[in-house]
């Protein structure tokens, strides 16, 4: 594979690398290019190993051993762009800690029925827009054993660098898609056979060991955002309210950390 040294952070052939700081415009920029950015040598082997396919890879010295090697395993020939530790900081806006980064092809994701048809446990979210916290929930569902996830339109991209980083590569583990036709999509889970599970805060709420008991095959637990929860149309949707009991004046959980206990509980016995 060819190695080739930067020497400005001008080069035209680094522009997907960046402005990576900028969320806004990364979030408009990567769909559109058809890439996500994968951080550091252990999470691009885990994008490799899933089978996505790198465009090209920018790298400082003291990590060129490990991404030549992970490449090499993978079979795959791209661009390996070297560049000084100062110059990659510049390139990207941030220090980049674990020293490499990958600009890899977007994949075609699933419809929603294609994804949930083998599934038994599904996590649905909606509005959580904290890419850290779906980066988590992530990292749980491949953990704790969630089948699959579908993401509403209003969630934050579950392949934007930092969600990827705090999953620790597990974005490419865990099945996902994103849903085109929300709420709507529920009502087509259902129809899969799911129990559509809100997690929320209501009077009618039934606690969720109570719910996990009830033994039911397929369940869908849908989380909203980490302000107003589920919209008015999600719970609408859903069979059930379902709530954490919760003890010493809390009312609740960061969407995160609720997350695993739903999926711990709910879990195939």
């Keep these: 594979m060819p190695v080739i040294l930067v020497d400005s952070a001008s080069d035209e052939r680094l522009a997907d ?38 465009f090209s890879v920018l790298v400082s010295e003291r990590w060129l051993p490990g ?17 000084p530790v100062d110059l990659l900081e510049s390139i990207t806006g941030f220090q980049v800690h674990r020293g490499a980064l990958a600009a890899m092809r977007r994949p075609v994701l699933p419809a929603v029925e294609e994804l949930v048809s083998p599934a038994r446990r599904v996590v649905v979210l909606e509005g959580v827009v904290d890419h850290t916290n779906v980066g988590a929930i992530f ?37 996902w898609t994103r849903a ?13 056979g799911f129990v559509v599970a809100g997690l929320a805060l209501a009077d009618d709420a039934v606690a969720l060991d109570e719910f996990a008991a009830l033994g039911h095959e397929k369940v869908a637990i849908v989380m909203g955002s980490e302000g107003d929860g589920l919209s008015r ?15 010493g004046g809390v009312d609740s959980l960061n969407v995160a950390a609720a997350s695993a206990v739903a999926m711990w509980e709910l879990r195939v016995r």
């Design 17 to 54: 690398y960046r402005d990576l700081t900028d969320v806004a415009l990364r979030r408009l920029l990567e769909p559109e290019r058809g890439l996500y950015m994968a951080e550091g040598e252990k999470v691009i082997s885990r994008a490799l190993a899933a089978g996505h396919e790198p």
């Design 67 to 83: 991404i030549e090697n992970a490449l090499s395993r993978a079979g795959v020939d791209v661009p390996v762009y070297l560049a």
């Design 139 to 175: 990292r749980s569902a491949a953990g704790i054993g969630a089948d699959a996830i579908v993401v509403a339109p209003t969630c934050a991209d579950p392949l934007y660098r930092r969600s990827v980083k705090v999953s620790m590569g597990t974005v490419f583990q865990v099945p």
């Design 180 to 192: 085109q036709d929300w709420p709507a999509d529920l009502g087509r889970m259902r129809e899969a």
């Design 233 to 247: 149309g999600a719970l609408r949707s859903v069979d059930a309210v379902v709530t954490i009991p919760m003890a």
